[in-house]
C-alpha cells in the first residue's frame, strides 16, 4: 500500500486543522495511524483506526484534541485536530499496518508501510 498524508500548514494557535492520508492498494487490509515528530524530539504516537473503522485508539494525552476517522469509500484516513497549541508543531506521518481483526496499535517498529510527512505549523 502507498500512503500520501496532506493537509497541513501553518494554523494559530486554538485553530483547527484536518489532515488526510490518502492511500492506494489494498486499503481496506491495513489499520491506519497517525505519528508525528517535532523538531528534536522522539516520533509518537497519535491515534489508529482499525481496517474497518469500527474502532480507534489514542495516544496518551491525545485524546480529546484529535479525531481520527476513516473512509474506505474514498481510501482516506482523517485527523482532525482541533485547539491546536504551539507544541503541536511537527511533521505528521500516517502508516499502515495489516490489520488483525478489528483493531490498530501505535507502534511505530510495527509499522509497515509510511507516508511522506506533512507539516503542521502553530503559531502562537
Known amino acids: 500500500v502507498q500512503l500520501q498524508a496532506s493537509g497541513g500548514g501553518l494554523v494559530q494557535a486554538g485553530g483547527s486543522l484536518r489532515l488526510s492520508c490518502v492511500g492506494s492498494?489494498?486499503?481496506?487490509?491495513?489499520?491506519i495511524a497517525w505519528f508525528r515528530q517535532a523538531p528534536g524530539k522522539e516520533r509518537e504516537g497519535i491515534s489508529c483506526v482499525s481496517k474497518d473503522g469500527r474502532n480507534t485508539l489514542y495516544g496518551d494525552s491525545m485524546r480529546g484534541r484529535f479525531i481520527i476517522s476513516r473512509d474506505n469509500s474514498k481510501n482516506t484516513v482523517y485527523l482532525q485536530m482541533d485547539e491546536a497549541k504551539p507544541e503541536d508543531t511537527a511533521v505528521y506521518f500516517c502508516a499502515a499496518d495489516l490489520g488483525f481483526g478489528s483493531s490498530c496499535h501505535l507502534k511505530s517498529k510495527g509499522m509497515g508501510f509510511w507516508g511522506e510527512g506533512t507539516l503542521v505549523t502553530v503559531s502562537s
Open positions: 492498494g489494498t486499503w481496506d487490509a491495513y489499520a
